[in-house]
Structures are given as C-alpha cells and as structure tokens.
C-alpha cells in the first residue's frame, strides 16, 4: 500500500514538474508606449509592447500570441470584438530556442469609451494551456461624436432654403421683375 | 453661344428656377433631413456608429443623385416628344449630337446641386467622427460617375422608348437593382452569385468603396478597381446614351 501510495505521490510530483516547465517555458511582458497619450479619448491611437521570450531549457514550437481586450465598466463587463480596434492581432512564430525573445508592437485605435483591461496570451504546440501576460487597465474618455446643435440646424436650414428659393421665384414671376 | 451649352443650361434652369425642380429639391433635402435625424437620435454612438452614419449618408445621397438624375434622363427626350418639342429641337440648327452632350450637361448641373446640397448634411452627421474630409471627396470621386450613369441611361431609354413612363420605369427598375447593395448588407452578398454582382455593379463599387474609406479607413490604393468599373459604368453609359439619340426616329 505505502509503495502504491509513493508511486502515485511520484507520479503526481513529476506531472507537476511538467507543469512547472509549461508554465515557466514562456515569459511575457506587456507595457504600454511612453508616447500614449495620458488621457485618451475615442479616436486616439494606443501603442502596447510586449516581450515573449522562451524561459525554459528546450525549444518551443508553433507559438501563437494575441492580444484581448476587455471593457471592465461595472455592468458592463464584456469581452471586446477587435474587429474594428486592431488590424494587428496575432503573431506566430514557428520556434522559439530556449532564452530567445521575441518583440512584439499592438497598435490599436479606441473606439469606444469606457474601462478597459488588455492582456497578451500565448499558446505552444506542447504546452496544455494558456500563458498570460500582466494586464494592463486603461480608460477611454467620451468624444462627442454626434453634435446635435450642428445636425438640427442643417436639418431645417436647408429645406427652409429651397422653400425660400420657391417663394423668391414666385415673387419675381407675380412681381414680373 | 454653343449650342450644347445653350441645351445645358436650358436643363440647369429647369431644375434650378422652375417650380417642378424646385419641388423636387425640396423632396430630396427633407429626405435627408429626417434621415439625419433618425441616425443621429442615438447620442451613445461610438466612434465607429459615426463613420457608420456618414456612410449611410454617402450611400444615401448617391441613391438620391441617381433617382433625380433618372429622372430627368428620362424626361430628356421622351418629355421633349410628348410636349411637343422634340421636332422644333430636332429642326434647329444642332446635330443630335449637341443635343445629347447638352442633356448631359444639365445632368451634370442636376448632379452638382444634388451635391452641394448634401454636403451640409454629411458634415452635420460627420464633423466629429473619422474621415470627413475623406468622405466629401470619395462622394464625389464615385458617386459622379456612378449617378451621371444613371442620367445617361434615362437619356438613353428616353430615346429609345419615346414615352416617359416607361424610360422612367424601365430606369427606376435598374436602379432599384443596382442600388440593392444599400439593403443588403456585405454578409448576404457573400454567395458566389452576390460576388459576381458586387464585382460588376457599379454601385456596389461605390458604397463598398465609401465603407472601405470611411469605415475602415483604407487607402486609394485599395479602391482603383472600384474606381474603374463605376468609370466603365460611366463610358458604356454615355455610348448607349450617344447612340440612342443619334438614331432616334420622330
């Protein structure tokens, strides 16, 4: 029983050291550019940069990284569609040798306002899950994008003008001028 | 005064200084009015719910260019015939050619007043949101050739069909057609048979450009095939609409 019970300790020790080199074997950075504007609003454009260096001692193959972003606004948390955020969001690399990095710029233009939380994940073909940079938290302020006192007066400006270029007619064909 | 200048701005004065044009105007201008309105009610819009709004507005404004230049097109020749004024025209010292470059010359003045008279509303809707500048320009990069094709084809039909109701059905048949892009957004036109049309109608060239542009924020680069089949639109146009009054009977 004592032998069955060590073997099985042992065997769970040895997957955890497995584990421990999945976890280790991929280091990533996330920092977001100096230049970025302090307080961004909708429209302006942020810069990330991350390192993924391979922290482990045997190479690692098929590595995919991309960038998520999600709005933290209590009520209104949800994962973001990047769609229309960044045309830049994934990068592959076939093999990554042991202590080699590999830097990686995430521009991205904002959208919307609100809170939001962006991570870089990495996945390699041999390890069983996800890698996460650090977070990064940031705020979106609001730009008014529709200006209703702008919108209001075109709207019934410019029939008035063509009705008052109907009455002008008229008065000139009754006035005969 | 050259003759084809004379007809053209016969046209232009026409749209501009009689009460059916003016009317017309007026129709058009309230039209983008209350969709104005309703497009922008919603204050949360995000950055990119205006761009949306601007293109909605492009593509609006160039569906409108082309039913007002379809129907003058159609009233160009047949209306000459039914009012009785197509002989005393055809008697003149002008050759069917000046006639039709001059109906094409008031199609262009149809098409400049239609425009100047949207650019308030795309900037009321766009002025504090992306690619404003960019919009104003590809509105009247794509949509001159694209609703100046539909004023030809009015031309064209007009001469060929001699009466008005059936060059203006015939037209606004075409165009409701070719302007179904504006309803069905990109995803159901993803089928082989949507590719294939979206590929040779122009005005889908014009409103995927205006999305490309706008939205999207691509470059011209990008929008030089587009560019040339709505400017083959414009080319085949004009020869079908040359030819039909060149041998049109009395």
Redesign the interface.
Known sequence: MKKIVVSLLLSLSLLGLGNAWAVDSLNISLAPEQANPPSPQ??DWLKFHSVIENSGSQAAHGVVAWISLVQVDPGHEQPVDLE?WSAHKAVTQAILQPGQQVKVEWPMR????GAYRVVISAVDRETGHVMTSPFVDFQVRR??????G??????????M???G??AW??YRRRTGV | MNPITLIARKEAGELLMSGRGLAWLLALSVIMSVLSLLLVSNTELSLLDNAQVVYMVMGTVTALGALLAVVLGSDAVAGERERGSLMPLLLAPVTPSQIVFGKMGGQVAGWVVMYLLSLPYVWAVGSSGQNLTQAVAYLALFGTPVVLGFGFLGIALSARLRSVRSALLTSLITLMLLASPLLLGPSLRQSAIGKLFDAVNPFSAAVNSFDSVVIDSQPLAMQINRLAISLVWLVLTAVFAIRSVRKMEI
């Open positions: 909708m429209g229309d904002l959208i919307q306002a730009k008014p994008v529709v200006d209703s702008r919108i209001l007066p075109v709207a019934l400006g410019v029939p003008l063509v009705l270029m109907m007619r008229r």
